[in-house]
């Protein structure tokens, strides 16, 4: 099983070795397959767990469309213009050259190769948010709404085994004998746990395709595979009445490789409720497998 970053991983690797051109995968419309136990040197490895199953969402046989160039703008919660942050139209196994934004927050970046999948990607992943949207019906020329990108906190939490990390209310439970595997992540280390909500009223349009999501979470570092999946906990922002039933959802990133949920689309992980408190939506029927943007929905 080929292992490849992410979001800027992704695109640094694809563009840089290839540009456009597409990035060969194997087809695996669905299959199980398992988690390689990680080596246990060095300091930021912890010593391998159980394995645990990692889904693949590869479908070669979706049809591939043309988009050629679109243009975005960002800004962050206050209205200000982000400067310096990477924008890409990638598709399944291709990405096109990253697009910079300028001083107004706008970028123009596009894709010349027809894409399974295509989507404009925003965000470095580490400053701000890494999003993903998908391109159902490509126009000449796009021009998506102004995005609103929170900034993840500047500090965070140490990833520990038999501990919890918490960043922004969001809390990550992690077993005794968890194993972190980093080989998808985009430098390939075991950087501490940061999380931001984004604001509610302000989620790009497009960004939930269909999902229905009501809050979205991103979380650092992007694409950690967590073996045994991890305990998780989410502030109650919306204020959502104490026993509520919730579904919560991981995106999926990976546009050469679609572990735990299909590229651009969002993969139901379980169910849980509003903790009796109300403060929290609490996962319950399973854990987080894997640091990706978490949505939830009421059921």
Wanted: proline share 12%; net charge negative; glycine share 10%.
């Amino acid at each position: 099983m080929k292992r490849l970053g992410v979001a800027a991983a992704l695109c640094c690797v694809l563009v840089l070795a290839c540009g456009s051109e597409p990035v060969n995968g194997a087809p695996a419309p669905a299959p199980s397959s398992t988690m390689p136990a990680p080596s246990s040197s060095g300091p930021d490895m912890m010593p391998p767990g159980p394995a645990c199953d990692e889904p693949d969402f590869e479908d070669e046989s979706l049809p591939k469309l043309s988009v050629g160039q679109v243009s975005v703008t960002l800004q962050d919660p206050s209205g200000a213009p982000l400067v310096g942050q990477p924008t890409y139209v990638c598709g399944a196994y291709v990405c096109g050259s990253p697009s910079w934004t300028d001083e107004e927050g706008s970028a123009g970046p596009s894709l010349s190769t027809p894409a399974i999948k295509p989507a404009l990607k925003v965000g470095d992943s580490v400053a701000y948010p890494e999003l993903a949207i998908l391109i159902d019906e490509p126009e000449a020329r796009m021009t998506f709404p102004t995005i609103t990108l929170p900034p993840f906190p500047s500090e965070g939490t140490p990833l520990v085994a038999g501990t919890t990390s918490s960043s922004n209310g969001v809390v990550l439970t992690l077993a005794d004998d968890v194993a972190f595997d980093t080989t998808l992540t985009v430098n390939g280390t075991l950087d501490p746990f940061r999380a931001v909500e984004l604001p509610a009223a302000r989620i790009p349009d497009g960004l939930a395709h269909g999902a229905g999501l009501e809050r979205v979470f991103a979380l650092q570092p992007l694409s950690t595979v967590l073996c045994p999946p991890a305990g998780l906990s989410l502030p109650n922002s919306a204020g959502w009445a104490p026993g509520t039933s919730v579904e919560f959802l991981v995106q999926g990133l990976g546009a050469v490789e679609q572990p735990f949920a299909p590229y651009g689309d969002w993969q139901s992980i379980g169910t849980g409720a509003v903790d009796a408190g109300g403060d929290n939506l609490v996962l319950t029927s399973a854990g987080l497998p894997v640091i990706y943007n978490v949505g939830v929905r009421r059921l």
